[in-house]
């Protein structure tokens, strides 16, 4: 993967093409396979969309919008970027009714506080001629709460800065963004402007739950990921446990496939895929029939109404019993 600095430092007409990495296809843009085989060293498997946007995000210095289904890796992908190139991962988690104080920072109120009665209380005349620098003080950095925002924009060191379900928060938190995403900076009334010192590699994933603004989405490089079919799946949880029997693991996503079919309220993700093979590998379990997924299905199912209309449908097909990797 790509660890020169970002194009604020680099021009990208002076970046050359990279060794060919064991990842590499011949429809590749330089650059490209080495990102693709440096997720995977870091445990995520990277189709050529996600290899693709990953190289140019680090070159452009542009953040990625990364929308799609819950499950299906969004935020693991900036998780594999943080340990493929690096960088610390600061992390906004975000919520309904988020707002700066919780994203960008907040003055330390009762270290204000106290600074302020320590000065009341002291006698001094020549401090009481200070007492208007005293409140200017107040406002200094010494008092000031940094949140994950700030923190990734006043890093020394470059970071992975994830920005989780964005579409959870409203229109307005997104305009405050807006200065963030566009010059990687952040005003402060009291203090002024601060830019950032390294360029952040900024995500931010969506599960699709509302439409984001258009000022937003024209900032970032776009990236949808969705369910892998299934080879992709199989090469995952093989990635993840490579022990895994071959037979096994293909009835597994195969199942997976005819549950995430159904109407339900939160399909099988894909981490609940591996869950499941690992927990088959503990169990000793040679074949997946009608019994064991009745016994273990709850790790992939997680609503009880999603388990009655899984064991009603999928059961139901699989009360033949079909030997693991048989198709029906």
């Given amino acids: 993967m790509d660890l020169t600095p970002p194009l604020s430092s680099t021009r990208v007409s002076e970046i050359g093409p990279s060794p060919v990495g064991s990842g590499e296809r011949d429809s590749d843009p330089p650059g490209v396979a080495d990102s693709r085989e440096a997720l995977k060293r870091a445990g995520y498997l990277a189709d050529e969309p996600a290899s693709l ?3 140019l995000a680090q070159r452009l210095g542009k953040p ?3 929308e799609g289904p819950a499950g299906v890796g969004k935020t ?3 998780k594999a970027l943080a340990r493929a190139t690096g960088r610390e991962l600061i992390r906004l988690q975000c919520y309904e009714g988020l707002d700066e104080a919780k994203a960008l920072y907040e003055w330390n109120y009762r ?17 009481e001629q200070a007492s208007g620098d005293v409140l200017d003080d107040i406002f200094a950095e010494d008092f000031l709460l ?12 470059p970071v992975v800065l994830l920005i989780d379900e964005i579409d959870k928060t409203d229109q307005e938190f997104e305009a405050m963004l807006l200065e963030v995403l566009s010059d990687f900076q952040i005003t402060i ?3 002024g402007t601060i830019v950032a010192r390294t360029m952040p590699l900024v995500l931010l994933t969506s599960n699709n739950s509302r439409e984001l603004t258009e000022a937003l989405k024209r900032r970032c490089l776009y990236l949808w990921l969705d369910y892998p079919d299934a080879e992709r799946e199989i090469e995952i949880i093989r990635l993840h446990e490579p022990d895994i029997d071959e037979r096994l ?28 093979a690992r927990a088959l590998l503990l169990l000793g379990v040679e074949q997946i029939d009608a019994e064991t997924f009745s016994r273990t299905m709850s790790i992939i199912v997680k609503h009880r ?3 009655d209309l899984v064991a009603e449908r999928v059961g139901v097909r699989m009360s033949g019993a079909l030997p693991a990797g048989a198709t029906e």
């Fill in 249 to 276: 693991v293909r009835r597994l996503v195969e199942i997976v496939g005819m549950v995430r079919e159904l109407d339900l309220k939160k399909p099988p993700s894909i981490a609940e895929s591996i869950d499941w």
């Fill in 64 to 66: 990625v919008l990364v």
């Fill in 53 to 55: 946007v990953s190289h």
């Fill in 76 to 78: 693991e992908l900036a």
């Fill in 305 to 307: 109404t999603d388990l």
């Fill in 111 to 127: 270290k204000q506080l106290l600074r302020i009665q320590a000065q009341a209380t002291d006698s001094r005349p020549e401090m």
């Fill in 189 to 191: 009334p009291e203090l």
């Fill in 146 to 157: 940094t949140r994950p925002l700030l923190t990734a924009i006043a890093s020394e060191s």
